[in-house]
Nanobody
Framework: QVQLVESGGGLVQPGGSLRLSCTASGFTFTMYAMSWYRQAPGKERELVASITTVSGRTDYADSVKGRFTISRDNANTVYLQMNSLKPEDTAIYYC????????????WGQGTQVTVSS
């Protein structure tokens, strides 16, 4: 059974930090690129950050560059360190796993709420 379980969300003041975690099970984690997406109320889901498998290359949305850092371990967890948070970062954050090898496999977590407010 494939599972992606996010944790670490919550309420934080502007300028604060949070660290999200996503723990994977049921598939070979090291073969999947991992990403974080977010969806704010009334907006479409957007890609926040991604990290590849072997090289660990990372990419970020312009809106979070220099503030967010994505990382992964060799076991089953991907992280999103979020610093200097802004109210516009408020959203549900989703973990995503993707593998393209002929066919395409895509898995999603259930999401974790991040609210940035004073």
């Amino acid at each position: 059974q494939v599972q992606l379980v996010e944790s670490g969300g919550g309420l934080v003041q502007p300028g604060g930090s949070l660290r999200l975690s996503c723990t994977a099970s049921g598939f070979t984690f090291t073969m999947y690129a991992m990403s974080w997406y977010r969806q704010a109320p009334g907006k479409e889901r957007e890609l926040v950050a991604s990290i590849t498998t072997v090289s660990g290359r990372t990419d970020y949305a312009d809106s979070v560059k220099g503030r967010f850092t994505i990382s992964r371990d060799n076991a089953n967890t991907v992280y999103l360190q979020m610093n200097s948070l802004k109210p516009e970062d408020t959203a549900i954050y989703y973990c995503n796993a993707r593998r393209s090898s002929g066919a395409v496999w895509v898995y999603w977590g259930q999401g974790t709420q991040v609210t940035v407010s004073s």
